[in-house]
């Protein structure tokens, strides 16, 4: 059994590894022959010919698509993400400090939906066709239906600029700017380590909004998600078997569907993180969050290819890992794969 | 259940009502300008390298010229205090002066910013180049005659005021060349270091640039005319046009900047704020691709011309971007002709495409950037001259493919904007009446002109006299007959509609007077309390 597990382990590292590969080949060669023109952004508009040639051959961008490509392996084996158009910074540390704002927000949205869409879920399918199933089904099919972008601008017209109960765009007050440095990128951990209470309050002011927001789609998923989960359970001889013995309606989701499920739902919350980092892009647009999805989107408007690859590359790595993980998760707990495997 | 499902409710309400409390928003404070707008076309904060017009707003205010133009166009001392011209060149007498750094003002520091600017060679030297200063030549032409005199002489293509006008711009800041030095790699002028990095002589210095994040300038407390009045400007990169508006309403932002017509125009009569509408002396273009077997012909040029309805889309599109142009001059200028009658005239334009050889019309593509207002424009251009039998099918694109597009003459038509460098005829005509060599091997995608591949020897040959005359009023005639000719060619860069930078600002703002060119500096703005 246990010999068997690393190979499965193995075989399915191989995999998110050759996946990985074939999404850097891909995004190279589609960024590459876009018709963008770094060269331009850099040099401007009005550059001549000869600057504008030296700074392609500074570039590399002389060199025929496989050099290029060979070249940025070379570099990606070293570590080397290659330098930003936009900043001008190396892409890795461009992204270490974009990647942390998007954790951090991501991170709470992915705690929000499962705190809220787990029980809504549960609930929903023990009282079915309740008005409480009513309502969970129409919460979802709305967080479902609703652009991200929609709902942005109307919270904040709401909870911002109306009734002024959170902070605006950005991660922080901008008298705040530059006060709390930065040890893990992410906000509120920092102002908390450094004990800048005021600060952490402001910044959790701001990122309620937007995590909310961002949760929003992936709650309607996971709510969806749990309740057809439980209702599978909730047939089930064992839990019918249970009820007659006179297990309250709570005892019984907690000691018996609860442990059944766990895996299905590590695997839809897995799934939901990844989506949640990835989908991060246009709330940080509507929320100026300076995060990887800002960044990327202003990449991808000047031909930043150094920062899309890499971004892409970090995201799918991210979005791969997490679905890696939840398989293995699934493989380790579930014991009806376990007996399939032996 | 009934009461597991309120206790729920309660306490989800009592959660969200706990992490609302503590927070509680002020308004920027007195001392702390804060500014909305879109950072996304900012690469660089190097006044050598870069030109984009948000870029060289923050840049005019941690770097010093020789001399200043003030948003009415006058020409002003900065750096120097005073300056003597004659037949051969221009004398410049420093005024006492200290970089951020502490180092003095020389004109050590003043040749070495010429020097660089040319010898990095990108966009920013175009200005000076056009007039004949190069890296070949610099060393030679600007000289530091002692520590507080600088000598410029004349390229040979310039007269003193056309050269005081390019002095003026923001790509001829001066930097502390002893701090610059210290950041050298690669030869690289010291370019890697001052994208992100400020040495200058202005009243703010860069505390810190986070690319599409925050601009943050610190005052400069030494200023040679006293410290500034606000201890800090912070410029927001806020992307979205709405989100930007309730932020300006909500207080977080005192001006506001890239707002969409709509949201502008929300603000229009409301107490609290005021607009500005900068004029930039830079229009809309319809670029029309020469080399095009149809656009090669000058009557369907002036069909183009007589198809669109400048009056109508100026009403319902540009709102406060634009004001209808067709000669790329604005009309308030000393010397700026009437415009020609280039109204939508349908029948008119159907009749000249008939003449041209195209009685039944034909295709072709519009590029342009997809952005507010040039995406609109666009739509309404095609609308317009559907009606004459010319059907457009629409490109849009970001900001890198279509410029690349138009650098490599690979377009039919294409919507770029300009700005004028200076507040006269040739500042803003210039880029729309030369191109000294329209040959493919020339290869000149600097040249705005020869992007459209409109080959035009005597009205570049005019531009270049113009350029030379040192009389004012020979200097107007020459001006008027520029644009005569230019109506007359049927041009391939055709204006449509003169470009203004519309702002919204607080009523606690006050001193801020937007300049043309982007040269406004804050050092003066103050700050009311909150009202």
Redesign the interface.
């Given at each position: 059994m246990k010999e068997l597990s690393v190979a499965e382990f193995g075989r399915r590292l191989a995999h998110l590894l050759v996946s990985l590969f074939i999404l850097l080949c891909v995004t190279f060669v589609i960024g590459r022959v876009l018709p963008t023109d770094p060269v331009g952004a850099i040099v401007g508009e009005l550059a001549d010919p000869a600057a504008y040639a030296a700074m392609r051959t500074r570039l590399g961008l002389d060199l025929p698509i496989y050099q290029q490509f060979l070249l940025y392996l070379n570099g990606l084996a070293h570590g080397d993400f290659g330098t930003a158009v936009l900043t001008g910074n190396p892409v890795s540390s461009d992204l270490a400090q974009a990647f942390p704002a998007t954790f951090e927000l991501a991170t709470l949205a992915v705690i929000i939906s499962t705190f809220v869409g787990v029980p809504l879920g549960l609930v929903a399918a023990l009282f079915r066709d309740s008005v409480i199933d009513k309502v969970a089904r129409v919460v979802a099919l709305v967080g479902h239906s609703i652009p991200v972008f929609w709902f942005g601008i109307v919270g904040l017209v709401i909870f911002y600029a109306g009734l002024n109960w959170v902070g605006g765009p950005g991660r922080i007050d901008v008298f705040y700017e530059g006060l709390v440095t930065p040890q893990t990128g992410l906000l509120l951990v920092d102002s908390l380590l450094q004990g800048e209470t005021e600060i952490f309050w402001n910044a959790l002011g701001h990122i309620i909004l937007p995590a909310i927001i961002l949760a929003y789609a992936a709650m309607a998923y996971i709510t969806r998600m749990t309740r057809s989960f439980t209702l599978e359970q909730l047939s089930q001889d064992y839990v019918i078997a249970a009820r007659a013995k006179g297990v309250s309606p709570f005892g019984t989701i907690w000691r018996h569907v609860l442990p059944n499920i766990a895996v299905q739902l590590i695997t839809i919350l897995a799934i939901s993180y990844g989506g949640l980092l990835e989908g991060a892009v246009v709330t940080e647009i509507v929320f100026s969050w300076p995060g990887i999805g800002q960044y990327m989107t202003n990449a991808l408007m000047i031909g930043d290819m150094n920062a899309i690859v890499a971004g892409t590359i970090i995201v799918g790595f991210i979005f791969m890992l997490l679905n890696f993980l939840a398989d293995v998760a699934y493989a380790t707990f579930d014991p009806r794969m376990r007996e399939a495997a032996q | 259940?009934k009461h597991?499902?309120k206790s729920?409710f309660v306490g989800?309400v009592f959660g969200a009502l706990t992490?609302?409390a503590?927070?509680s928003?002020?308004a920027?404070?007195k001392d702390?300008l804060?500014i909305g707008t879109s950072l996304?076309q900012v690469?660089?904060l190097d006044p050598h390298?870069?030109?984009?017009g948000k870029a060289v707003e923050i840049m005019s205010n941690l770097y010093d010229r020789l001399v200043n133009s003030t948003p009415d166009g006058k020409i002003v001392p900065q750096l120097a205090e005073s300056w003597k011209i004659d037949d051969k060149g221009i004398s410049f007498t420093l005024r006492q002066a200290n970089f951020a750094s502490g180092n003095p003002v020389t004109s050590k520091d003043v040749v070495y910013s010429l020097a660089r600017l040319l010898k990095l060679?990108?966009?920013?030297?175009?200005n000076l180049?056009r007039v004949g200063y190069d890296k070949t030549n610099v060393d030679k032409l600007v000289t530091a005659v002692d520590d507080k005199t600088v000598r410029i002489d004349f390229s040979g293509q310039v007269t003193a005021e056309m050269l005081l006008y390019r002095l003026a711009a923001s790509t001829t800041s001066v930097v502390d060349s002893v701090e610059v030095e210290k950041h050298v790699t690669d030869n690289d002028w010291g370019n890697?270091w001052m994208?992100?990095h400020s040495a200058g002589s202005g009243p703010f210095t860069l505390?810190?640039w986070?690319?599409?994040?925050?601009v943050?300038l610190d005052a400069n407390k030494d200023y040679v005319t006293g410290a500034p009045k606000m201890k800090r400007v912070?410029v927001?990169?806020?992307?979205?046009s709405?989100?930007e508006r309730?932020?300006l309403?909500?207080g977080?932002i005192d001006i506001a900047s890239a707002l969409t017509a709509a949201d502008l125009a929300t603000f229009k009569d409301k107490q609290g704020f005021t607009i500005q509408r900068i004029p930039t002396g830079g229009f809309y273009v319809l670029s029309m691709n020469a080399g095009n077997q149809y656009l090669s012909n000058p009557k369907v040029r002036e069909a183009i011309a007589y198809g669109i309805d400048y009056k109508g889309i100026e009403k319902t599109i540009m709102g406060p971007y634009g004001r209808a142009r067709n000669v790329p001059v604005p009309e308030n200028f000393e010397s700026a002709i009437p415009n020609p009658d280039w109204n939508l005239d349908v029948e008119k334009s159907k009749q000249l495409l008939a003449e041209a050889g195209f009685k039944d019309g034909f295709s072709l593509t519009l590029k342009t950037i997809a952005q507010t207002p040039r995406i609109d424009l666009a739509t309404a251009i095609q609308a317009s001259l559907a009606q004459v039998g010319i059907k457009i099918d629409i490109q849009q694109?970001?900001?890198?493919?279509i410029?690349?597009?138009h650098?490599a003459r690979d377009f039919d038509l294409l919507i770029p904007q300009t700005s004028a460098y200076m507040p006269n005829v040739l500042g803003s005509m210039e880029q729309f009446s030369s191109n000294p060599d329209n040959s493919k091997e020339a290869?000149?995608?600097?040249n705005?002109v020869w992007r459209s591949a409109w080959d035009i020897p005597e009205l570049t040959a005019l531009t270049a006299k113009a350029s030379m005359e040192p009389d004012a009023k020979k200097r107007g005639e020459l001006y008027v007959e520029m644009q005569k000719m230019f109506v007359e060619q049927k041009p391939a860069v055709l204006p449509m509609f003169e470009r203004f930078e519309p702002i919204v600002l607080s009523s606690k703002v006050e001193g801020y007077v937007g300049h043309p060119t982007q040269l406004t500096r804050l050092e003066n703005v103050t700050k009311t309390e909150a009202q």
């Open positions: - | 259940m597991f499902s729920l989800v992490i609302a503590p927070l928003y002020a920027t404070p702390q804060v996304a690469l660089s390298q870069a030109t984009e060679d990108q966009a920013a030297a175009a180049k890697a994208r992100t505390n810190r986070s690319p599409n994040e925050l943050i912070i927001r990169h806020v992307p979205e709405q989100v309730l932020m309403e909500h977080d694109g970001n900001g890198s493919e410029i690349a597009a650098r290869n000149n995608a600097g705005f």
